[in-house]
Nanobody
């Protein structure tokens, strides 16, 4: 099984923006709602944004209004547009299906918000 490949993270100042991408296995992507998860140091991974196969998004309150999830059904890729980043957004970001598939985690992409 091919694992997802996340990219687009980096170091950004507070108030800045980043766009994350996640390329997926076609079989997983076409059959599932997909989501972005993030993990703070020493904490569990938690879902922050989800998108159905039909393109309907949902967000946790912490990112609502600042992050936008989207999917490209031709490229089997999901995106996370992150605006107005704050220090508390510093984490490793992963994508997976909704609900998450246990053996379908990638390496993640590090996002660091710092002045």
């Amino acid at each position: 099984q091919v694992q997802p490949v996340e990219s687009g993270g980096g170091l950004v100042q507070p108030g800045g923006s980043l766009r994350l991408s996640c390329a997926n296995s076609e079989s997983i992507f076409s059959s599932n709602a997909m989501g972005w998860y993030r993990q703070f140091p020493g904490k569990e991974r938690n879902m922050i944004a989800a998108i159905t196969r039909g393109g309907n998004p949902q967000y946790v309150d912490a990112v609502k209004g600042r992050f936008t999830i989207s999917r490209d059904n031709v490229k089997n890729t999901i995106y996370l547009e992150m605006n107005n980043l704050i220090l508390e957004d510093t984490a490793i970001y992963y994508c997976n299906a909704i609900p998450a598939i246990r053996n379908y985690w990638g390496q993640g992409t590090q996002v660091t918000v710092s002045s």
